[in-house]
């Protein structure tokens, strides 16, 4: 039987590692479990967070602002990033570690200069479907497990998107590391299991 298990693996790129521009804290230190992870699925995908340089989420688009305030945005509030994960850039490659060939798909996200996307099934608008939902059903796909970065923002809302689209959802917390921005990893694993995703500590 076809195994209808995925791994996603989310944002794993120069950016979110130790010297990153939005480094998060050991986030290198996931590679190795996620290469080990990545034979054992039948499947696996792979996010990139890659945003034009005149990103609404980045704080450089914004003269004046403070990097990590947050701004009112059409469609809701939006955390304004240090510029991270710019197209083309050396940031936004993945960790020079992670064996990119076992992936069967690469997903780019955040690509719309108007709208920031944490999830890899819809943009921060929620309505907007990247198509990976209907991509991981086509090929039998209900299960899902993810690690990646960061567990309080993409890891997080991929992970709740995935539990209401229906696909039974596992997050390894051992493959994921943090931001923590006032809190938000305490209400990431709260708003997680509240929305039927085992955490996996
Ligand atoms: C992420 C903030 C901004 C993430 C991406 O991958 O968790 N966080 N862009
Ligand atoms: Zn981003």
Known sequence: ???????????????????GNLAVNEGDQIVPLVNR?????????????????????LVTSHPGA???STIEMA???QVLWPAHCVQGTEGAD??????TDRADLILRKGT?????????????????ATGLAGWLRERGVSKLTLVGLATDFCVRWSAIDAAKLGFTTTVRLD???????DGSLAAAMAEMEENGVELVR
Not at 37 to 57: I, K, N, R
Not at 94 to 99: E, G, I, K, R, Y
Not at 175 to 181: F, K, V
């Open 94 to 99: 993945f960790h020079a570690d992670l064996a």
């Open 1 to 19: 039987m076809a195994d209808d298990r995925a791994l996603i693996v989310i944002d794993v790129q120069n950016d979110f590692c130790p010297g």
């Open 175 to 181: 493959g994921c590391r943090a931001i923590d921005l």
């Open 66 to 68: 403070e990097p990590f």
């Open 37 to 57: 992870l990545m034979e054992e699925f039948g499947t696996c995908v792979l996010t990139q967070d890659w945003h034009p340089a005149d990103h609404a989420s």
């Open 75 to 77: 469609y809701g509030d």
């Open 112 to 128: 719309d200069p108007a709208i920031d996307s944490y999830s890899a099934f819809f943009e921060n608008d929620r309505t907007t």
